[in-house]
């Protein structure tokens, strides 16, 4: 289920006051609807009666009777319709189908490098969500879709700006794309905000205050702050990756300046110093397999790596004051040597008080974060008081 601070505030029609209230998954009747909304009991009825044609709500049960018939109640059902939630990695794309409790329905995964560019890789989601879609056979089902991308997003418009990775997707309009194929509103966001949602979402969501922290071909952070994604003034709130650490104060970075985190400490830059002692691996799953199969030098070097991040990590410590730090990506989930080494910088030096109570863990949505995130973003604007309106325009009409 979906985090009930993720509701939209209490506006718009009767239809949707009524139903941002069952949102919560708390049953109620006609009578506590009414008090909740002040709306005559006659009103709460028709709006009930419009939003059980919608399938967004159910009849659930009987409330215990104080004389006379008792009342029924009423709760939110997810199950009626869903999203389709896109993860474009670096090197793959993976899309689910997912209702709107957020129960994954079914996925697909591909090994597709996003440097082939939006036409070749948003032709495969279009292709394989449409399969995905027709093989539920369930028309009408599809109500939002949520991507996220490995590189800048301006969360406005959905479109990547200036992403080192993705040549050719530059301001290339995603949302329109995909709105166009699936006949539905699409949101995009950067990659490490939509597995930080989805890590909140699915295993934190009593923590208001969170880090998730990807390490794989870059590193990149998302930040939950009052239990929402803070992406600040531009959108790129979490770019830990191009944070000037002294390890790093010569060595280039692909984003065109020097000594920034993740020319030292990403996949691509502990694989090359490892071949240069003789290993041959080439990026961060090379990286993760060398560790899993006991290498001592690449388990060595991302332990480094860990407390090399680890220093950096003190800092946002110190200034955004998590109650937890997940740690996730191809090198974070390699055993847990990266993980020992952020901890151990981290509880050396951040103060007593900020760290005292605070969790660093690797992520526990593993793979499924990302899609699980961009699913949690679609079922967001699915559910927003707008589209409940337009959902009731249509079933009633």
Same mark, same amino acid.
């Given at each position: 289920?979906?985090?009930?601070?993720?509701?939209?505030?209490?506006?718009?029609?009767?239809?949707?006051?009524?139903?941002?209230?069952?949102?919560?998954?708390?049953?109620?009747?006609?009578?506590?609807?009414?008090t909740l909304t002040g709306l005559a009991?006659?009103?709460?009825?028709?709006?009930?009666?419009?939003?059980?044609?919608?399938?967004?709500?159910?009849?659930?049960?009987?409330?215990?009777?104080?004389?006379?018939?008792?009342?029924?109640?009423?709760?939110?059902?997810?199950?009626?319709?869903?999203?389709?939630?896109?993860?474009?990695?670096?090197?793959?794309?993976?899309?689910?189908?997912?209702?709107?409790?957020?129960?994954?329905?079914?996925?697909?995964?591909?090994?597709?490098?996003?440097?082939?560019?939006?036409?070749?890789?948003l032709a495969w989601v279009i292709e394989?969500?449409?399969?995905?879609?027709?093989?539920?056979?369930?028309?009408?089902?599809?109500?939002?879709?949520?991507?996220?991308?490995?590189?800048?997003?301006?969360?406005?418009?959905?479109?990547?700006?200036?992403?080192?990775?993705?040549?050719?997707?530059?301001?290339?309009?995603?949302?329109?794309?995909?709105?166009?194929?699936?006949?539905?509103?699409?949101?995009?966001?950067?990659?490490?905000?939509?597995?930080?949602?989805?890590?909140?979402?699915?295993?934190?969501?009593?923590?208001?205050? %969170?880090?998730?922290?990807? !390490?794989?071909?870059?590193? @990149? /952070?998302?930040?939950? +702050? *009052?239990?929402?994604?803070?992406? =600040? &003034?531009?959108?790129?709130?979490?770019?830990?990756?191009?944070?000037?650490?002294?390890?790093?104060?010569?060595?280039?970075?692909?984003?065109?300046?020097?000594?920034?985190?993740?020319?030292?400490?990403?996949?691509?830059?502990?694989?090359?110093?490892?071949?240069?002692?003789?290993?041959?691996?080439?990026?961060?799953?090379?990286?993760?397999?060398?560790?899993?199969?006991?290498?001592?030098?690449?388990?060595?070097?991302?332990?480094?790596?860990?407390?090399?991040?680890?220093?950096?990590?003190?800092?946002?410590?110190? %200034?955004?004051?998590?109650? !937890?730090?997940?740690?996730? @990506? /191809?090198?974070?989930? +390699? *055993?847990?040597?990266?993980?020992? =080494? &952020?901890?151990?910088?981290?509880?050396?030096?951040?103060?007593?008080?900020?760290?005292?109570?605070?969790?660093?863990?690797?992520?526990?949505?593993?793979?499924?974060?990302?899609?699980?995130?961009?699913?949690?973003?679609?079922?967001?604007?699915?559910?927003?008081?707008?589209?409940?309106?337009?959902?009731?325009?249509?079933?009633?009409?």
């Amino acid at each position: 289920m979906l985090d009930p601070r993720g509701q939209e505030t209490l506006s718009g029609s009767a239809q949707s006051e009524i139903f941002q209230l069952l949102r919560d998954g708390q049953p109620r009747t006609r009578s506590e609807l009414a008090t909740l909304t002040g709306l005559a009991r006659s009103t709460v009825a028709a709006r009930v009666d419009a939003l059980l044609r919608t399938g967004l709500i159910r009849s659930v049960a009987d409330a215990a009777s104080t004389g006379g018939r008792p009342s029924r109640q009423f709760a939110f059902d997810g199950t009626a319709y869903g999203v389709l939630g896109v993860d474009i990695g670096a090197t793959h794309v993976h899309i689910g189908v997912s209702d709107l409790e957020g129960t994954l329905l079914v996925d697909v995964k591909e090994s597709l490098a996003v440097a082939e560019g939006p036409d070749v890789v948003l032709a495969w989601v279009i292709e394989q969500g449409q399969r995905l879609l027709a093989n539920l056979d369930r028309p009408g089902f599809l109500r939002a879709v949520g991507v996220g991308l490995p590189g800048p997003v301006e969360h406005t418009t959905g479109r990547p700006v200036d992403p080192p990775i993705m040549p050719g997707w530059d301001r290339f309009d995603v949302p329109e794309t995909l709105t166009g194929a699936f006949g539905v509103p699409t949101l995009v966001d950067n990659d490490v905000n939509v597995m930080a949602l989805g890590e909140h979402n699915d295993h934190w969501p009593e923590v208001d205050d %969170l880090l998730f922290i990807k !390490v794989s071909t870059g590193i @990149g /952070a998302g930040v939950i +702050a *009052g239990g929402r994604v803070h992406r =600040g &003034a531009m959108g790129i709130a979490g770019d830990i990756g191009h944070v000037w650490v002294p390890e790093a104060d010569e060595v280039p970075c692909r984003c065109g300046s020097t000594g920034c985190l993740e020319a030292i400490a990403a996949g691509p830059a502990i694989a090359a110093q490892l071949r240069a002692g003789g290993l041959d691996v080439h990026g961060p799953q090379d990286v993760a397999a060398a560790v899993n199969q006991g290498d001592i030098d690449a388990i060595r070097a991302v332990r480094e790596a860990g407390r090399i991040i680890g220093r950096v990590l003190t800092t946002c410590v110190s %200034l955004i004051n998590p109650a !937890v730090i997940v740690l996730g @990506g /191809a090198v974070a989930n +390699a *055993g847990d040597h990266l993980l020992a =080494g &952020a901890r151990e910088a981290v509880y050396a030096r951040s103060t007593p008080l900020a760290s005292g109570n605070l969790q660093i863990v690797r992520s526990r949505g593993s793979d499924k974060a990302a899609v699980s995130g961009a699913s949690s973003m679609a079922i967001q604007l699915a559910l927003s008081a707008e589209s409940v309106e337009a959902l009731v325009r249509d079933v009633t009409a």
